[in-house]
């Protein structure tokens, strides 16, 4: 719980200028990190006040003016913050956040304009409808945050992370992604910062980007726990071949639609192995993504399972790209297969069907046309 000491020191500091009791309890308590843990600090006026490193864990802040004011290193997580505002834009005044702890923090509605908020953790926290503008987001989480209807834009959003962000915000644009040695580079969302950063930063990830085309293989199918040996075994043979397997496993049957991420896979996969058997989720997955990709499918079945209905039409009307269905009678007899059998042809077709891409514009002339009927009539 808050200190009750510097709570009324905060509560009657006035703005926190040089001889106030806050100011000069921080200063006479070097490297004390403030505990005001729980706090109710909505009448406090704290603009322009030294709160970094402070233990505001749970604390309400909501609709402060925190203009100018330091949280670096402060433990916000948790705290209510709704509506407050972390900087003045008329007068250009930031609030400084570096490296603060907002997780799980409720700052809903919050106006963070030109906020300095680098290494700052925003993890589970709700930002609907907040405002973040012109603000430094280098380095910050935002795993797993609340952004529904929340307006971030012409930020410099270097390093970010945005795994698992929910909700729709309502503007998000101008994100500068370069470090501050680089031109600038600029992208429109959050997700394409923090792709684009990994991509440039990490030789190990460029070259994945590099090769995943030629070396990607998506490997689909529904593989109960009995069929997991399976899965892993063919895993780990295109490992040993030099193959980046991407593997999506209908675990159980659901009633999700899982085809825009299987589209996603297919589009980064120079060919795909497709186990129907036991097809519950697979079907749908092929019939939305075989006649959309020209990427040679190569289906296997376990002997003794019947095909999905509407596998034959699939097969048939998509032949260019489809390799003919491979049964096996175990996991052992697959494998000594796989090369020659799945691997091998897909690879060929694969060649094939780039060919193809780049041949030019076929055309007939009518004019030849009616010369060789012409010639056939006088033989």
């Known amino acids: 719980m808050a200190d009750p000491q510097l709570m009324e020191l905060l509560l009657h500091s006035g703005y926190g ?32 006040i030294d709160l970094s490193h402070a233990n505001l864990t749970g604390a309400n802040l909501s609709g402060l003016d925190l203009t100018g004011s330091d949280f670096d290193g402060a433990d916000l997580s948790g705290s209510i913050l709704r509506g407050s505002n972390f900087g003045d834009e008329a007068l250009a005044v930031s609030t400084s956040c570096k490296a603060a702890n907002f997780q799980g923090a409720d700052l809903t509605e919050a106006d963070f304009c030109r906020a300095l908020c680098d290494g700052s953790n925003f993890t589970e926290a709700t930002l609907r409808t907040a405002t973040i503008k012109w603000s430094r987001l280098n380095g910050c989480r935002f795993v797993g945050a609340d952004w529904e209807g929340a307006s971030i834009s012409e930020c410099h959003a270097y390093g970010v992370s945005v795994w698992g962000m929910r909700g729709t915000p309502a503007k998000l644009s101008n994100f500068n992604i370069a470090s501050t040695d680089w031109p600038r580079i600029t992208v429109d969302d959050l997700e394409t910062a923090q792709l684009v950063h990994l ?43 030099g193959f980046l397997p991407l593997v999506f496993d209908f675990q159980k049957p659901s009633q999700y639609d899982f085809t825009e991420t299987v589209r996603t896979l297919a589009g980064l996969s120079s060919f795909i192995i497709a186990d129907i058997t036991e097809p519950r989720s697979v079907p749908l997955e092929l019939q939305a993504t075989v ?53 091998t042809p897909a690879l060929k077709l694969a060649a094939d069907l780039r060919t193809r891409k780049g041949e030019g514009l076929r055309t007939r002339r009518a004019q030849d046309v009616a010369k060789s009927h012409d010639s056939a009539r006088r033989d």
Do not use: C
């Open 199 to 241: 991509f440039l930063e990490s030789d190990k990830v460029r070259k994945l980007f590099e090769s995943i085309g030629s070396k990607g293989v998506l490997v689909l199918g529904r593989f109960s726990e009995e069929r997991k040996g399976l899965l892993d075994a063919i895993r780990r043979r295109l490992r040993e071949l």
């Open 291 to 343: 006649p959309n990709y020209m990427i040679p499918f190569a289906p296997i079945l376990r002997e003794g399972e019947p095909p999905f209905s509407m596998f034959l039409d699939l097969q048939q009307k998509y032949r260019d790209w489809m390799l003919d269905l491979l049964t096996y009678r175990s996991e052992v007899e697959l494998l000594a297969v796989l090369e020659d059998a799945v691997i």
């Open 17 to 48: 200028g040089p001889g106030t009791a806050w100011t000069a309890w921080r200063a006479n308590h070097p490297g004390v990190p403030p505990d005001l843990s729980k706090a109710d600090l909505r009448k406090a006026s704290l603009r322009f």
